[in-house]
């Protein structure tokens, strides 16, 4: 990966660590045309995100090409405190990915 | 009764491609043993997807709730949150009836994980929007009408 496609903030307040990230990514549905030739733009989408602490898998979320462009995913999550680090990976159904270790504010 | 059976077929067939891309070493299982289901996001009905991926029978709750616009003026970016009551949780399905494919979004919760999810979704028209809750073996599911001015798929 060239460029960083994750962004992650992640907050940690009492027990709950509340996290937001953002993927840069194109979700095509595979349902549009290109308007210039006509064409059915190929389905390219992320199908997987795994939100990992400590080893402990707390999220994972399978999407489809109904999930908006540039995809933004919230999620809480309890046992995390300050100064963790928390792993956000994705997978698209070209099989490619990118993975970004984000420390707990 | 055919119908299901074809469905069924075509999700065996799809499985077996998935396993194979597993051993291939295309696709990295993590450690929950949910898989992303085929059948399920090219599901052409609610009760089809939900079947995919083993949250049908569900019960209407509102504990379950779903913030989302009434009216979506760009549909192919819906802001939805989508939060429940129940105690121990374990899976939440995020589905826009209106849609070509009606899943959007599948999310395995862990050990921890609040039952909440906040996204966004492509809307292709006027619809429903479904949330699906699993907890303790039960499904729980709620839903709110959000009216798109401009669809968000196809085009």
Same mark, same amino acid.
């Given at each position: 990966m060239a460029k960083k496609s994750i962004k992650v903030r992640a907050k940690a307040k009492g027990d709950m660590t509340t996290v937001k990230c953002l993927i840069s990514h194109p979700m095509e549905t595979g349902l549009r045309k290109d308007k210039k030739t006509g064409q059915v733009i190929p389905a390219h989408f992320v199908q997987e995100v795994i939100g990992?602490? %400590?080893? %402990?898998?707390?999220?994972?979320?399978?999407?489809?090409?109904?999930?908006?462009? %540039?995809?933004?995913?919230?999620?809480?999550?309890?046992g995390a405190k300050k100064g963790d680090t928390l792993n956000i990976s994705w997978t698209d159904n070209k099989g490619a990915g990118d993975s970004l270790d984000a420390t707990i504010k | 009764m055919t119908m299901k059976?074809? /469905?069924?077929?075509?999700?065996?067939?799809?499985?077996? *491609?998935? +396993? /194979?891309?597993? +051993?291939?070493?295309?696709? *990295?299982?993590?450690? /929950?043993l949910a898989t992303w289901s085929k059948t399920a996001f090219e599901a052409k009905s609610v009760d089809d997807a939900l079947q995919g991926i083993g949250l049908s029978g569900a019960a209407e709750s509102s504990d379950i709730k779903i913030k989302a616009p009434d009216i979506a003026e760009n549909g192919a970016v819906v802001p939805i949150t989508v939060s429940a009551g129940m105690d121990g949780a374990e899976a939440i399905a995020i589905l826009a009836s209106g849609n070509n494919v009606p899943l959007t979004s599948n999310y395995v919760l862990g050990n921890g994980a609040e039952p909440f999810v906040s996204t966004r979704v492509k809307m292709a028209k006027t619809g429903d929007v479904v949330a699906v809750v699993k907890a303790g073996g039960k499904v729980y599911m709620n839903k709110k009408e959000v009216k798109v001015t401009i669809g968000g798929c196809g085009g």
């Open positions: 990992t602490h %400590n080893g %402990n898998t707390v999220m994972t979320a399978h999407w489809s090409g109904g999930i908006s462009k %540039n995809p933004y995913l919230s999620f809480k999550f309890a | 059976r074809r /469905v069924f077929l075509k999700g065996s067939l799809a499985a077996g *491609t998935v +396993s /194979v891309a597993i +051993s291939a070493g295309l696709l *990295t299982p993590g450690p /929950v």
